[in-house]
């Protein structure tokens, strides 16, 4: 009897497989399976539109960068002299500047805040006496002109504080 029921249910299998309906299914199932759409134009589209978009954004954030940077940097970037043997480099930063200084006595390094008018700025650095090898930390106070730039500045040694006033103007014989 078992042998029976499942000749019976293959015949069954058979017969629904066979019925128009099915065949129609079938039909469809076999033309959508051998149908082959475009389905990547979509997904094209959507990558180049993206991709368009990430070019975009990084165009216009070099183009704003580089404003920023390129509206202060040729102002206060480059060599400057005191004109009694004391040279400065400077190199902007966004709102800092990197100064690298010597003169007669000293060497010395100082890192400059700019106000936010970009008129003053505020420098903290150490340097080396080169006579007697002693160390100092730097201070000092920038007033940013269209003719150079005027600095108070202290020293602290060891042993005593000197202080001072300078002006530098753009040294002639370097390159800007």
């Keep these: 009897m078992p042998a029976r029921n499942s000749a019976a249910k293959r015949q069954n299998i058979v017969q629904l497989s066979n019925t ?83 003169d007669a006595y000293s060497v010395y390094q100082t890192k400059c805040l700019l106000s936010a008018d970009r008129k003053q700025a505020t420098c903290q650095g150490d340097g080396v006496q080169m006579l007697s090898g002693n160390r100092f930390l730097y201070r000092s106070e920038w007033t940013l002109t269209p003719d150079g730039i005027n600095e108070k500045w202290v020293a602290d040694l060891a042993k005593e504080q000197l202080h001072g006033e300078l002006s530098f103007s753009r040294n002639a014989n370097a390159p800007r």
């Excluded at 469809?28 to 959507?46: D, K, T, V, W």
């Excluded at 509206?71 to 500047?97: H, Y």
């Design 20 to 102: 128009p309906s099915n065949m129609y299914d079938m039909n469809n199932l076999e033309s959508a399976l051998s149908y082959q759409p475009y389905r990547h134009h979509g997904i094209c589209r959507s990558y180049w539109l993206f991709g368009l978009l990430l070019v975009g954004c990084f165009l216009s954030s070099i183009n704003v960068a580089v404003a920023q940077r390129s509206e202060f940097e040729p102002v206060w970037s480059g060599a400057w002299t005191d004109g009694e043997g004391g040279d400065i480099s400077v190199r902007a930063d966004g709102r800092f500047l990197t100064v690298s200084g010597r």
